[in-house]
């Protein structure tokens, strides 16, 4: 139908990222309120598998665009074909997860379709037949609410962990519809020539457990502290952009508004001062631990417990605890 909500499915080599789920559930919502349905759609070189696990979380069609030059994500030949389907199909909304590669596919999609674009949304909701996207701005401290009236479909970039994920129904299914659209290889820019395995095990974004090091920590030697507490405790490791600008730890780790937005249970702030940039990146966490030795530090006034001291005493504490209790 004209007016369904879509739902980019992102994969990696036919590899869901679980939050696209995240997306169908709020999907489905926005769908009810505008008397429609949900739908997801994905590139790839195979996504039969992809098909069957969208349906089962919610989504009654899923489009698709398969070949071999679509084997790797290449965001010129996903955005090409994700903007075929959008002006073929013209649905009401499509939402993607403000990742990477969602990001990525959004922006170039929004800009051959001529549309606007709101990144990064943290509310959505349909008011009047017109669906209205919140994010926030100014570092987090104010939230707005965007509405792009002209343009359909609207596309919104969805920040991770934003809305819950919906039940899994595994006897649901639904219709594949197959799109032919290809890209030729010599109209492509870039080629994938390996894939390098990152140092990092556990996804930042989607982490239950962070333990993250500012500037505070005084050196890199600092960090391996932090993943000795976050292996203990099956965590990732995250940090401020001042350790990350001070050569200690990798970009791909930052957290705030020019790094990652998590949402885990528990985010341990070590040697950060709870920049307001910082902060933008993980004040949803459910529970914020500071250790600081500054008892004025602004991070204390958003921590739920604080720990006031330096982190090379606290830490080895913690982690001396933690192996006791643990059985480690
Ligand atoms: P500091 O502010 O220097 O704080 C260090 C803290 O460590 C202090 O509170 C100090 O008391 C404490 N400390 C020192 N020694 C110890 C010790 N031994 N034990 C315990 N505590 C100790 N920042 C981000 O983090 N993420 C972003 O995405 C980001 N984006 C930005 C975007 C823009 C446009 C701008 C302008 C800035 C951005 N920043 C970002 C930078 C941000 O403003 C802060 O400069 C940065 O977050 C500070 O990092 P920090 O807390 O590690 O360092």
Known sequence: MA???WVYIEHKGGNISPMSFELLGIGKTLANDLGSNVCAFAIGEN????????FSYGATKMYAVEGEVF???????????????????????ALFRATTQGTDVAAASAAQLGFGLCTDSIGLQIDGGQIK????????NYTVTVVNEKAKPQIATVRPKAFAMPEKDASKSGEVVKESFSVAEGDLNTKVL????SEVTINLVEADIIVS????LGSEDGFKMMKELADMIGGAVGAS???VDSGWISQEQQVG??????KPKIYIACGISGAIQHLAGMRTADCIVAVNKDPEAPIFKNATYGIVGDYKQVVPKLVETLKAKLNK
Not at 133 to 140: K, P, W
């Open 3 to 5: 007016n369904d909500v």
């Open 47 to 54: 996504v039969g598998d992809i098909a069957n696990e969208a």
């Open 71 to 93: 084997k790797s994500f290449r965001s010129e030949a996903y955005a090409k074909a994700a903007t075929f389907l959008l002006d073929k199909y013209k649905p009401e909304v």
């Open 133 to 140: 996207m919140t994010r926030a701005a100014f570092g987090g």
């Open 194 to 197: 390996e894939f390098l395995q």
């Open 213 to 216: 090091g500012g500037r505070g």
């Open 241 to 243: 952009r001042a350790a």
């Open 257 to 262: 508004q020019t790094g990652k937005t998590v």
